[in-house]
């Protein structure tokens, strides 16, 4: 099984986690390791350097822990959010850096049979982890309202009503199944004037990826568990790749860096809250462009990084 994969932002990862060689990391992301093995070879396993990759797709743990053979690393499968309790399994109460990359995978996209690509034809799956809800579900049992209310928020759809009209309309007639069903009601429903500059399919795709796999939240709960593991002086590096997840994990990050939240007119604080963390990047760091011309996945890609302090 080939699972090809181009790590977005490598250097800049590698450099914002200011590796201690004899440290804990862990990987809650692993995909294809290449973060992984790029953060693995920087510790010196005999001081106890140790690496923890984690990843909900049972096709990249195996890979990922044949390519990390050579070093002092185990990889488990879960979601990042149960980070705490993956590395509970191997004594780790604490960790030096962790990163998240967020979104799909090159190896998802790539794999037509998972059903993550509008390009190719293909059961409407969308599942990183292989289980559970599935897109074909979202497609044919969610009401009007509720594919709405998805395309709208996590597509940020425009036409999220002429789109879920016309899935409604033609499921009536019999179930939608494929990639390239859902990519044909899409098209038909956009306006012919607003199809020119990027494929019409993109958000709606990227909307019900999101509801199958429940990404937001796993993300808004995966922060804090991440956070709350990292050591004083730890790292927490995250990836976005759209606006909606890079404006949750700012929000969370400068939550993280604020002190007393009592009212300016308060004579003295009350509340007792200090600041626990401190930003390494106070604006996202983006790919140059000698990496998106080699990799043309890094061009949405945000690289935010912060310290724990307390």
């Not at 822990?65 to 499968?77: D, F, H, I, T």
């Not at 897109?135 to 789109?163: M, P, T, W």
């Not at 990227?206 to 790292?235: C, P, W, Y």
């Not at 003295?268 to 200090?274: A, D, H, L, S």
């Amino acid at each position: 099984m080939e699972f090809s994969h181009k790590p977005v932002l490598l250097d800049e990862v590698i450099n914002g986690l200011n590796i201690n060689p004899s440290g804990t990391y862990i990987d809650g992301t692993c995909g294809g390791a290449g973060h992984s093995i790029a953060i693995a070879s920087r510790l010196d396993g005999l001081g106890g350097g140790f690496l923890i990759g984690i990843d909900r797709d049972p096709d990249a743990v195996k890979i990922a822990e044949k390519r990390l053979e050579p070093y002092e690393a185990v990889v488990s499968q879960g979601n990042f959010d149960e980070m705490a309790e993956i590395a509970a399994k191997y004594e780790v109460s604490s960790a030096d850096g962790i990163l998240l990359d967020l979104g799909v995978s090159s190896h998802q996209l790539d794999t037509p049979e998972r059903g993550f690509s509008y390009h190719d034809d293909a059961p409407l799956d969308m599942r990183m982890s292989k289980s559970g809800l599935s897109a074909a579900d979202v497609v044919n049992d969610y009401s009007r309202d509720e594919l709405v209310k998805i395309l709208f928020e996590y597509g940020e759809e425009r036409f999220a009503y002429r789109i879920a009209d016309r899935i409604i309309a033609e499921r009536e007639d019999k179930p939608i199944r494929t990639t390239s069903e859902l990519a044909k009601i899409v098209s038909d429903a956009y306006p012919g004037r607003f199809k020119r500059d990027k494929n019409p399919c993109r958000k709606t795709f990227q909307a019900i990826r999101m509801e199958v796999n429940d990404e937001l939240e796993h993300v808004s709960v995966g922060i804090g568990v991440a956070f709350d593991l990292l050591k004083t002086g730890g790292r927490l590096a995250i990836i976005t790749f759209h606006s909606l997840e890079d404006r949750l994990v700012k929000r969370r990050f400068l939550s993280f860096t604020k002190g007393c939240t009592c009212p300016p007119d308060f004579p003295k604080c009350v509340c007792g809250k200090t600041s626990s963390g401190i930003l390494i990047t106070k604006k996202p760091i983006t790919a140059a462009e000698a990496e998106i011309s080699e990799n043309n996945r890094s061009r949405s890609a945000k690289l935010r990084i912060i310290e724990k302090t307390a």
